[in-house]
Structure formats: structure tokens, C-alpha cells
């Protein structure tokens, strides 16, 4: 759980940084890349972080830029990294908004009350799990694996 807002912007602006990274490793052709056969594609988890930083700030009271849920996929990687920044860069603008004691104010979460502070540790996790996701992906793909989080295996082979 965040206490202090700092914390939660440097910690999402480092997080989201290393989304744009893979969320610009994809390209066009592999938006349809997934594990197997139903299931998530590259471009399917692309465009949920996208929805879902909008709506876990939504329930944290912020106010930044949403998608619906039944708004389609786009057709290139290139809008799926815009809306991403759009939403990323405003998070981050509305959380400095906040004071610490906010963070520990009960929002709704999706099992009942939350501490705002917790939300977001929520969505940072939920935002590492399916960016890890797509690092498999891109792999799979054949594409390059950004050093999100230290250097990827291709790069300590060079």
C-alpha cells in the first residue's frame, strides 16, 4: 500500500515507462500473437492496460481518460501506445493532486472498500503481471524483448 503520493508517482512512472517499452516492442502483424488458440493476443493485453489504468484510477478517484470495455481493439500497436500514454501521463498528473492522507481513505474497490493507497499498489501489480504476459509474447513472436526490469537473455549474450 502507497502512504505517501511520491512514492506512488515515481513508482508508476518507472511501471509505466517499462509498459511503453513492451507496448512498442509489438508490431502490427503480431497484434494477433497469443499463447494458444483463444487465448490473450499481444494486442488484447495491450489495450487492457490501457482500459484497465483508467478504470482502477477511476475507482481511486482519479480523473483520466477511460475506455469501454466494448470499445474494439485497435488495428495498430502504434494506437494502443498513444491511448497508453495518454492514460499513463494522466495518472500520474491527477495522483500528484492527491495528499498522503488521501491515500488512506477508503475508496470502492472490487470486493467492497479499499484504501485508496492499496488500489493503486493494485494497479501496478495487475500492470506488471500482464506486462509479463506479453514479454512471453514477444518472445513467442520472435520480437525483441525489451530490459524492462535489468537485461533480457539476448542481451547478456551480447
Known sequence: MYRQVDDFINEWSAAAQGTIQ?????????LEQSIMEGH????????????AAGYFSYLAGLQVPMTRQEDPIPSTAAEIVAAYEK???????????????DLVEEVKGFTGPIARGALLRVLVDHQTHHRGQMTVLLRQAGLPVPGVLGPTKEMQNK
Open 22 to 30: 513492451v507496448l512498442k516492442s509489438v508490431t502490427d502483424d503480431k
Open 40 to 51: 490473450s493476443t499481444l494486442g488484447w493485453l495491450g489495450w487492457h492496460l490501457v482500459g
Open 87 to 101: 492514460v499513463a501521463n494522466s495518472v500520474k498528473e491527477e495522483a500528484a493532486k492527491f495528499s498522503n492522507e
